[in-house]
């Protein structure tokens, strides 16, 4: 009885560690309160004469993920999200920012076989979504509101979970 009580309380003190952590890490990210997600128009990589807006994403829930091709975490996440979407009705997107060329973006997508659409951020970009760590993601809602935010790893199922 001690053994299963001890248990329990380790595992609700590394739950409440881990979303104390997290709230600490998102404190500055773009507010969830329905707000409207800055506006953007980035060329998609492989066609960079060919843009992709944020106006394009109306009517869907998107989840815009922004990742660093030298990221490791993102390596390990951005295929749960490519798991998530994947008969869903969860509509995706990546953003490169922090790359060296567009080269080193291509054999990250490559390397992880991701099937999202592939934008180039830029540092405005970057500072209008007030990324300051990778992986970073939002989800917008049907109207193109913020509906939820969350930086690092997750999993196909917390992807899963947020985008609802």
């Known amino acids: 009885m001690k053994l299963i009580r001890s248990t329990l309380i380790n595992i609700a003190l590394a739950a409440i560690i881990f979303f104390l952590v997290s709230a600490f890490q998102e404190r500055n990210l773009l507010k969830t309160n329905n707000s409207a997600a800055p506006y953007f128009s980035l060329a998609l990589l492989n066609k960079i004469d060919k843009r992709l807006s944020i106006a394009e994403l109306k009517g869907k829930t998107t989840v815009i993920y922004f990742f660093a091709?030298?990221?490791?975490?993102?390596?390990?996440?951005?295929?749960?999200?490519?798991a998530a979407i994947k008969g869903s009705d969860i509509n995706a997107i990546g953003i490169a920012l922090d790359y060296k060329s567009t080269m080193q973006v291509e054999e990250f997508v490559s390397d992880?076989?991701?099937?999202?659409?592939?934008?180039?951020?830029?540092?405005?970009?970057?500072?209008?979504?007030?990324?300051?760590?990778?992986?970073?993601?939002?989800?917008?809602?049907?109207?193109?509101?913020?509906?939820?935010?969350?930086?690092?790893?997750?999993?196909?199922?917390?992807?899963?979970?947020?985008?609802?």
Do not use: D, H
């Open 69 to 82: 091709p030298w990221c490791t975490v993102c390596k390990y996440s951005m295929p749960n999200l490519e």
């Open 112 to 164: 992880l076989a991701l099937t999202m659409p592939i934008l180039l951020g830029n540092e405005q970009t970057q500072a209008n979504y007030k990324v300051s760590a990778f992986p970073t993601y939002y989800i917008i809602n049907e109207q193109l509101q913020i509906s939820a935010r969350s930086m690092g790893y997750s999993s196909q199922l917390g992807i899963t979970l947020r985008a609802l």
